[in-house]
């Protein structure tokens, strides 16, 4: 889970980070000591959670939250305060969890445990389809995906988290292309396309950039493919003998997909 925090004092901040360090699925994206620069952060950046002081000049963390959540309605708000007082606003502005100073590392390790319930419950509101050919909806709304671009994130969704290598990739969907520098920035090219189009459609959190190469993020999203994996898929939208039916390479899954039919 990607955060920010925002406090104006150093020390706070410094102890925060120092009590969290630990917590493996915690990623601390941004810290902050001004709300406007957590508000600019926000626009271009995807993270999961804000953890907000209430009292800071100008603008107070509650006034903070609700700008957060014009940004990205999703987020998860949890104030931290030395002010029990403020309960009621966090309460109308819909905060998620509260937590008064000063706080002990076993405050925090409860406060992930609450979080990770909360993200697990969380809609999602992305949806993929693989049966038959490719599509991306958010919202009930179709992602205006097209070429290499799409190709590329089908292959990564295929994968179901896992990640893909710069140079699988390559190999995959330039079938019969040498794998080299020159020929690498035509998918780099694409790459830049495929994240311009999610960043226009506030959806740049689905594709995880790694070192080596790229992931889909599992968590936001539903996929036809996945449940009917996991044997929860409602019957009328089983597989029926097509998928991802624009690729050559989506052929070669078409007898593992038959055999699970088969066992269904």
Same mark, same amino acid.
């Given at each position: ?13 410094? =102890? ?21 620069? !957590? ?24 006034? +903070? ?14 104030? %931290?305060? !030395?002010?029990?007082?403020?309960? /009621?606003?966090?309460? #109308? %502005? ?12 076993? @405050?925090?390790? +409860? ?7 909360? @993200? ?14 490719? @599509?991306? =909806? ?20 295929? =994968? /179901? ?24 920035? @035509? ?9 311009? %189009? +999610?960043?226009?459609?506030?959806? *740049?959190?689905? +594709? %995880? ?5 790229? !992931? ?6 539903? *996929? ?39 066992? #269904?």
């Amino acid at each position: 889970m990607r955060a920010i925090i925002v406090d104006d004092e150093s020390y706070m901040q410094r =102890k925060f980070l120092r009590l969290t360090e630990d917590i493996q699925d915690l990623q601390v994206v941004g810290s902050f000591h001004y709300p406007l620069e !957590a508000i600019q952060f926000a626009k271009q950046n995807a993270f999961e959670i804000a953890f907000l002081d209430v009292e800071m000049p100008k603008i107070s963390g509650v006034q +903070l939250a609700g700008e957060l959540r014009k940004i990205h309605k999703e987020i998860i708000i949890v104030f %931290i305060t !030395a002010y029990d007082e403020y309960i /009621r606003d966090a309460n #109308n %502005i819909g905060a998620d969890y509260y937590i008064v100073k000063p706080y002990t590392k076993e @405050t925090l390790q +409860l406060m992930m445990e609450k979080l990770r319930l909360l @993200t697990a419950r969380q809609k999602k509101n992305i949806e993929i389809q693989m049966f038959g050919r490719f @599509t991306v =909806k958010k919202d009930g709304k179709q992602l205006g995906l097209s070429g290499k671009a799409k190709e590329i994130l089908a292959y990564v969704a295929l =994968k /179901r988290g896992k990640e893909v290598s710069n140079e699988e990739l390559f190999s995959v969907i330039w079938e019969g292309k040498p794998y080299s520098n020159a020929n690498m920035s @035509t998918y780099y090219n694409a790459v830049r396309r495929l994240k311009h %189009i +999610l960043k226009k459609a506030d959806a *740049c959190d689905l +594709l %995880i950039s790694t070192k080596n190469g790229k !992931a889909i993020n599992t968590e936001i999203i539903s *996929c036809d493919y996945y449940n009917w994996k996991d044997k929860n898929i409602d019957q009328a939208n089983q597989f029926e003998g097509e998928f991802l039916t624009e690729y050559s390479w989506g052929e070669y899954f078409i007898q593992e997909l038959e055999q699970m039919g088969n066992s #269904n």
